[in-house]
């Protein structure tokens, strides 16, 4: 006889997490003022954002608290998904909890803004501040990640404290993210966010662009507004007087 606890349906499998992400990296505790901004945003890809899901990055408000209660009251007007933060300190994990926020728990988060009394090899968070114009060309990447998997509609992969590598196929609706370049030698057709913690110095390279969204340190292209000459071909996306630029590698 067969013991009935022992062919009892499995009710769920435990694979890891691999949301499609918005991340918000906050730079103000002005919560109106973020609403004020976002909205300018949404105003301009509404389809685009409608209920994405929303990470915050709190790395940038260092000690300053937010009022996460009413940042996540305002997304959802903005029809958008509070789901998580991350890079919070102790006190704004609290207060991320009481008002009903997730908190990130990932190997690829960067470290403890706590400053390691031995120096380390490539953090940015440790690196000397460097003029675009002083950097020698080109500069070795920075440690990173590399993917040699296909990355998928609604797959994120961020590459903390380096360069992001995708040896795969991108698909639409899949996002990279950097905090230094993202790099992408095959086909690509998603989402790519480059120096995302403020380095205007990053670029996405790619051997054939199709992405539906670019982003250099926070300043952004959509795919209608990508040049037509420029869409299957090999190309390098990167900033020049604030405003992206996308030119043949």
Request: charged share 20%; aromatic share 4%.
């Amino acid at each position: 006889m067969t013991d009935g606890s022992n062919t009892k349906k499995q009710a769920f499998k435990l694979k890891g997490t691999m949301p499609a992400l918005t991340m918000l990296q906050v730079l103000t505790d002005d919560v109106e003022q973020i609403d004020a901004q976002l909205a300018e945003h949404i105003s301009q890809m509404p389809q685009f954002f409608l209920h994405a899901p929303v990470l915050l990055d709190l790395e940038a408000l260092e000690d300053k608290p937010l009022d996460l209660a009413r940042m996540g009251q305002l997304l959802r007007e903005r029809r958008l998904v509070p789901v998580a933060v991350r890079n919070p300190t102790e006190l704004q994990k609290e207060s991320a909890i009481a008002a009903g926020w997730g908190v990130l728990q990932t190997a690829l988060v960067r470290p403890s803004r706590t400053p390691d009394p031995e120096p380390t090899a490539s953090p940015l968070a440790a690196a000397p501040e460097v003029h675009p114009a002083a950097a020698p060309a080109p500069e070795p990447p920075l440690a990173g990640l590399t993917i040699r998997h296909p990355v998928r509609s609604g797959q994120v992969v961020y590459a903390a404290g380096g360069d992001l590598v995708v040896l795969a196929p991108v698909s639409s609706g899949a996002e990279l993210i950097a905090d230094g370049n993202v790099h992408v030698y095959a086909p690509f057709r998603g989402r790519a966010l480059a120096g995302v913690h403020d380095n205007p110095a990053a670029s996405i390279f790619c051997m054939s662009l199709g992405a539906e969204f670019l982003s250099i340190a926070g300043r952004h292209i959509m795919a209608e507004d990508i040049p037509a000459e420029r869409r299957g071909k090999p190309a390098r996306v990167y900033l020049s007087d604030d405003r992206i630029v996308i030119d043949a590698t």
